[in-house]
């Protein structure tokens, strides 16, 4: 079968350093944000004394809410790539259309049905959209706190409060007591988000150099590697109804 292709747009090629901006911001500010807080919280048992003993648990509430800050940080880049990828392949496609209100209002669901009628394609479709759907509910929960969206994470990601279920309880999830106040993000969770969104850009900008109608040699022969090496290659997607 011929791998999927759509039509390009400009925006393709304006998502350009999507990838590697999540990714610097993760190298570059996440991770010696944490760094430098996980020195403090040392300092502070190197200390010792009753009043480090104030101090860590302290810390460890500034630890924890800042992990849930960069979520939310994370999943807003996120968001505004996808808002602003999908609006201007609406410009360019449907240019007679008033879209780009809708667009700018839609919430994820609706997001996803603009990008399957702009795209030809699911977002669903995509290899990593479970781990951005997460993300999205994991935004909703940072923002607006207990909720729906909340509720959603404490079965699909109960490390997020340190439960593990095969080892702390026989309990399911949901009977656990859990809050976005008591929500501690691993930081490796943070960096799953990242992964997910950068590996995003890139299956989309594979499908843009798949979608050139003429191709150069060199294009040919590294596209040619890049269906040998990948695990997803989108061919038949499910399509929006």
Known sequence: ?????????????????????????????????????DRKTEELEQRGGAWAAFAKPDMQDVIRETKLA???AIQSI???????YIAGCARELYPAEDLQVRIERADWEGLQKYFAKLRGIELRD???????????HLGNAARHGDGKSAGRLVEQCPDFWGYVPQVQSEEPAST???????????VQRLE???GAVAG?????????????ERKDLSLEARLARERLERKWI???????T
Do not use: K
């Open 1 to 37: 079968m011929e791998p999927f292709r759509w039509r390009n747009c400009y925006a393709d090629v304006q998502t350009y350093r999507h990838a590697r901006t999540i990714q610097t911001y993760f190298d570059d500010v996440i991770i010696p944000a944490l760094d430098t807080l």
């Open 70 to 72: 960069f979520s939310l």
């Open 78 to 84: 996120w968001e505004r790539q996808l808002r602003g």
């Open 126 to 136: 995509f290899p990593n959209f479970m781990i951005l759907d997460i993300l999205q």
């Open 176 to 186: 656990i007591y859990c809050t976005v106040a008591m929500m501690d993000v691993p």
């Open 192 to 194: 799953t988000f990242v």
């Open 200 to 212: 995003f850009w890139g299956d989309t900008c594979y499908i843009y150099n798949e979608s050139i």
């Open 234 to 240: 989108p061919q038949t997607p499910r399509m929006a």
